[in-house]
């Protein structure tokens, strides 16, 4: 595997694979020493256009756990702000001697445009709407550590901002991929206008499908993307479609709750419930440390096999 | 342990190296050897490198329980992540470490089927270091097939097997391959290619 650059690239085999290894990973973040050398004189450069703090930081600790060199690249203080266009900066950090590049960017599609201009791998960190395929593995595998390897026939409920959300289509895909059985739940207004292609169920009562769900996986209302009124105001959202004490209550009680962060608490999830034991959001964050590792490990540490 | 520089799948068998009972004599011998330079077993743990170094690092330890009535702690050891060949082929971890007792002030012994190279030896002793300080390291294999890269011996050897390398040592264990334990050798068909000896 040469980049990640969306989870539709995968096969289910891939999938299982990095989630294979990434249990490995989880394992070395226990240690005292979390840390090993498979991957020194590596260098990668974390590239984020767009404002991140757990994506940024967990990448970065991933690369480091791997004893790769690693910079960071911060649009602010870099020639961004001089008018540097993408193309120039990429192939400026590329002609330093590079192995990998973590590209996350407000357009869809950026990190394969730049996989098509510099030899190094290129690792999809989150493209605008399109994907965020390290988040998908991350949740699958925080799914595994509570239902074991199989998902086939869990039910899973994404709710919230489906159109707008990179998380909503890299997890349909990765976890449809490895059987999980996804209901889409949202306002009309906060759907793709095309759900063609999607194998998922659609719909916009929440409370109908509460008692039967494995997992309740919420997402942001990514207020700085919400340019037009889709919904008439975020006491109204909640009203319908937040995941309030009330509705946790109906729930079954081995239901699990998942986040992707940052939190709007009291929004679309309620604070006491993101904190309660049924809640994941905690360990989808340590867990993204491991599949992050896995990604780098797979990406950057599998040399072509030696012919004899 | 088969490596990768086997010339071609098409190996014919060259002789059998140890059958069932061999194997059960070796490893016992070993077993035998381990308390008598430790002094007894109160100190030692043993630990496998996966794959069949864990299998025959528990049949050590069963051994030792035997004779002298100490149950020597068990553990596994994955030496993926700290290989030197990452970079030339697809190094995947083989099973989950798990060494069930802090290895500081105690003498380990590193046991594995095959020492050919002394790589994996390498990577167990940093892999070894990152989870504490053992007092002393040791090591323990079935087979000595020769060929070393590196300034490592065994302490403990089931057999010393002369190879070519263009042979390949094949250790097959009942709880790991099923069916019967053997060591076997094989080689290339064509005995006219001759390589110069080591």
């Given at each position: ?307 004899a | 342990m088969v490596r990768a520089d086997v ?107 095959v020492?050919y190279t ?47 390398t263009?042979e390949d040592v ?29």
């Amino acid at each position: 595997m040469k980049h990640l650059l969306a989870i539709n690239d995968l096969t289910r085999a891939d999938l299982e694979g990095l989630l294979d290894l990434s249990e490995d990973f989880v394992a070395i973040t226990q240690r005292e020493i979390p840390k090993v050398p498979a991957l020194r004189g590596k260098v990668v450069v974390s590239l984020f256009y767009e404002d991140s703090t757990r994506t940024r930081i967990s990448f970065e600790t991933a690369a480091k756990r791997l004893s790769c060199d690693v910079m960071a690249f911060t649009v602010g203080s870099s020639s961004v702000s001089k008018g540097e266009s993408l193309r120039d900066t990429v192939q400026t950090i590329a002609a330093m001697g590079i192995d990998a590049v973590v590209v996350r960017h407000r357009a869809a599609g950026t990190p394969h445009r730049i996989a098509s201009w510099i030899d190094a791998s290129i690792v999809n960190a989150g493209d605008g709407r399109h994907e965020h395929p390290t988040q998908a593995l991350l949740d699958a595998l925080t799914l595994r550590h509570h239902r074991g390897r199989d998902l086939d026939g869990l039910q899973v409920a994404i709710v919230g901002d489906i159109r707008h959300s990179r998380v909503a289509r890299s997890n349909v895909a990765a976890l449809t991929m490895l059987g999980a059985d996804v209901t889409l739940v949202a306002p009309m207004t906060l759907l793709p206008e095309s759900l063609e292609g999607w194998p998922v169920r659609v719909t916009n009562d929440l409370d109908s499908i509460l008692p039967d769900l494995d997992v309740v996986y919420l997402l942001r209302i990514q207020q700085e993307r919400l340019t037009e009124a889709l919904f008439p105001s975020l006491r109204e959202y909640t009203a319908r479609w937040g995941l309030t004490v009330e509705r946790a209550g109906r729930l079954r009680p081995d239901a699990l709750v998942m986040h992707p962060g940052p939190m709007n608490r009291g929004v679309e999830i309620a604070a006491e419930v993101a904190e309660a034991p049924s809640s994941a959001i905690r360990e989808q964050v340590t867990n993204g440390v491991a599949v992050r590792m896995a990604v780098l490990y797979t990406i950057l540490g599998s040399g072509a096999p030696v012919a004899a | 342990m088969v490596r990768a520089d086997v010339t071609s799948g098409r190996l014919v068998l060259r002789a059998r190296v140890f059958d069932a009972d061999d194997l059960r004599r070796a490893h016992t011998r070993i077993a035998h050897e381990i308390i008598e330079r430790n002094h007894g077993a109160d100190a030692v743990a043993l630990v496998g490198l996966y794959t069949r170094g864990v299998a025959i690092a528990r049949r050590i330890a069963a051994a030792i329980e035997a004779f002298e009535g100490t149950a020597v702690p068990v553990g596994a050891l994955d030496v993926a992540f700290y290989r030197d060949d990452i970079n030339l082929r697809s190094v995947q971890p083989l099973g989950p470490t798990e060494i069930p007792i802090d290895v500081s002030g105690r003498t380990v012994v590193l046991v594995d089927d095959v020492l050919y190279t002394g790589r994996t030896t390498r990577a167990a002793l940093d892999a070894l270091t990152e989870l504490g300080r053992p007092r002393a390291v040791q090591l323990a294999v079935l087979i000595d097939r020769g060929h070393r890269e590196l300034p490592i011996r065994a302490d403990y050897v089931g057999k010393n097997l002369p190879t070519k390398t263009t042979e390949d040592v094949r250790v097959r264990l009942a709880e790991v391959d099923g069916g019967v334990d053997s060591v076997e050798l094989w080689g290339p068909r064509d005995d006219a290619v001759e390589e110069a000896p080591e």
